[in-house]
Each structure stands twice: as structure tokens, then as C-alpha cells.
């Protein structure tokens, strides 16, 4: 892989390239707290003769530190995609999409259908958005762990903690790569415009609402809702689903739903199911993506057992097997 660097939507944008420019377009488009060299361990088992690209979205990575207008979702991530992909001159591609990037690919594709002829959703946020609270609703420790660059993985929110207990099911296939990837969490822009962004105090539980700037506002179910735009859609290509059935972060008991933790009684003063429901996140998924076919797309859900969050680095060649059939 070579590094560019390309002027494009008023920001300067770092990507990963890699095969010749008449290959198979190929855009890999990573998550939150992430670069686009999370993506290293697959790239390893994809093809040489595809044209990869993989750019570090705003505020990760080495791409600009520009601010994230959370009003409007991810499509400041998915106008940046967009905005890259013709000042490349890259035609359709197919799109994979991990984690936040899952929800970034999508918008993509709502916004602009032409640029997309398959979509590859691995451990995506739901398409009604992820969890509640916004900003407000991150744990501090591990925000103020970002911004201190601490590698130590001393205490349970330190990154290089969450790495191993929330990125993946089983620590050890990090691997060799494992400082590596701790490289790409740690490449996170911390602050109200860009991760997790401005926290609004609100009244009631939990006691805090989205704000309007930064990542994690613009995830939030308010802001970021792309399930009937999905469906809508005229021309829709292909879907594969891949997830792992451990994932704590994308499930319907996510570790990462305040509600969902409110019931388990960790975070107190849960008012209940009525008021304050968990959220099904791959439940959600899965009935859009139902509707999605019904509606005359298709789809296919792949489910690795015993793997966590990251298929692509629990069992890479399982993933790049999947994607060379997606393709085909």
C-alpha cells in the first residue's frame, strides 16, 4: 500500500492505495476510533490486481482535523467519500464498509447510487442510528485515555483495553499487528468537533442528549436515520451482512446501549422498557435489510461464530473469501 494525499471536499485527505488504476474498484471505508490501516490485516488476502482505496476519514488518521456538523448524520464522512472519488476519477465501486464506516456506506449510496455496485456492511451500526445520548453518553475515561495517547492498557477504558475486549472476541488475533492498530485508534481527533463531540445536558434519564457537533451526535438515532432512504431506493445493489455473533459493541445487548446497561442496573436510575427501551441493534438491521429485499434488492447475512466486532481481523481470510464471492 502507498500513501496519497488528495485535496477534496475543502480538506485535505489521506488514503491508503494499492493495484493498478484499471483494477476492480474496491473503497474500504473504516470506523469510529479507527484509520484506514485497521484495515491491514485483509488487505493482506484481497487481490493485487483490485484497486483498493482506502482513505483515513476527517479527523482520523492522517487526514485534516475538520469539524463534524452532527445535524447532518454521517454525510459530512459520505460527502468526503464522494468528493474523493472524483477527484481520483474513480468509477463505481464496490463499498465495504466497517462499524461507523457501515452507516457511512450506506449514506453513501442513498446520496449518491451511481458510485456504488455492491455494498459489504461488516458489524454496521444499526440504520436507525446507534444508541442514545450522543456524546454525552461516552465514558469520560476512555475519551480523556484518547487524548493522552496512552498505550499502557492498564485500566478497563484505556484503548489499548477496549482493542482487545470490544474490537475483537479473542485478544490474541491481534497479533503482531496488535500495536499497529492501537496506532489507528489512537490517530482519533479528540474534542466537541469531532470525537464524541459536545455533550447537552438534559432532563430526565439518562440526563443528557446529542448535541449538534462531533462523531458521536452525529451516530445518534435523532440524527443519523437511513433505513426508509435504504428500502427507497431504485436501483439496489447487492448486500452482504457479515458479523460475529460476540460482538459487544453492534448487538441487540450492546455494552455500549445506556438503556441496555440501565437494565442490567450498571447505569442506575433506568426508568424501564417503556420509557427507555434497549436498543435491537442487529434485530434493526436485520428488518430493514428484510424490507430492502422485499422491496426487490438482495441480501445475505453472514455470521461468524465466536468472533467479535472485526471479522476482517479475527478471520481475515474467511472475510476476503467472502467479499471475492460478493464481488463475483
Avoid at 498505550?151 to 474490537?167: I, M
Wanted: with cysteine.
Amino acid at each position: 500500500m502507498a500513501d496519497m494525499l488528495v485535496s477534496a471536499h475543502g480538506i485535505e485527505q489521506n488514503l491508503l492505495v494499492r493495484g493498478p488504476l484499471d483494477g476492480l474498484p474496491v473503497l474500504l471505508v473504516h470506523g469510529n476510533c479507527s484509520s484506514a490501516a485497521y484495515w491491514a490485516p485483509l488487505l493482506r488476502h484481497l487481490p493485487e490486481e483490485w484497486r483498493i482505496v482506502a482513505p483515513d476519514l476527517r479527523g482520523y488518521g492522517d487526514t485534516e482535523t475538520a469539524p463534524v456538523d452532527a445535524t447532518r448524520g454521517l454525510r459530512d464522512f459520505s460527502d468526503d467519500l464522494a468528493a474523493l472519488l472524483d477527484a481520483l476519477g474513480m468509477g463505481p465501486a464496490v463499498v465495504v464498509g466497517h462499524s461507523m464506516g457501515g452507516g457511512i456506506a450506506t449514506q453513501l449510496l442513498i446520496d449518491h447510487p451511481e458510485r456504488v455496485t455492491a455494498l459489504v456492511l461488516e458489524s454496521p451500526l444499526s440504520p436507525y442510528g446507534f444508541g442514545a445520548g450522543g456524546a454525552g453518553a461516552v465514558n469520560p475515561a476512555f475519551v480523556a485515555a484518547l487524548a493522552a495517547g496512552d498505550r499502557s492498557g492498564d485500566t478497563p477504558t484505556s484503548p489499548r483495553a477496549v482493542l482487545r475486549t470490544c474490537y475483537v472476541a479473542d485478544p490474541a488475533s491481534l497479533g503482531d499487528d496488535e500495536e499497529a492498530l492501537l496506532d489507528t485508534v489512537l490517530s482519533t481527533a479528540v474534542g466537541e468537533d469531532n470525537y464524541p463531540g459536545d455533550s447537552v445536558p438534559a432532563e430526565g434519564w439518562p440526563g443528557v442528549r446529542a448535541g449538534t457537533r462531533g462523531v458521536a451526535n452525529a451516530m445518534d438515532p435523532g440524527h443519523h436515520n437511513v433505513a426508509d432512504a435504504l428500502v427507497a431506493l431504485e436501483a439496489k445493489p447487492p448486500i452482504a451482512w457479515v458479523r460475529g455473533d460476540k460482538d459487544v459493541i453492534v448487538s441487540d445487548t450492546s455494552a455500549f446501549d445506556l438503556a441496555y446497561l440501565g437494565k442490567l442496573g450498571v447505569v442506575p436510575g433506568w426508568p424501564g422498557e417503556r420509557d427507555a427501551p434497549p436498543q435491537p441493534m442487529v434485530s434493526q438491521t436485520r428488518e430493514v435489510l428484510d424490507r430492502y429485499a422485499a422491496a426487490g434488492g438482495q441480501y445475505r447475512e453472514i455470521t461468524f461464530a465466536g468472533v467479535g466486532h472485526s471479522p476482517h481481523i479475527e478471520r481475515p481470510e474467511e472475510f476476503a473469501a467472502i467479499l471475492r464471492e460478493h464481488v463475483r
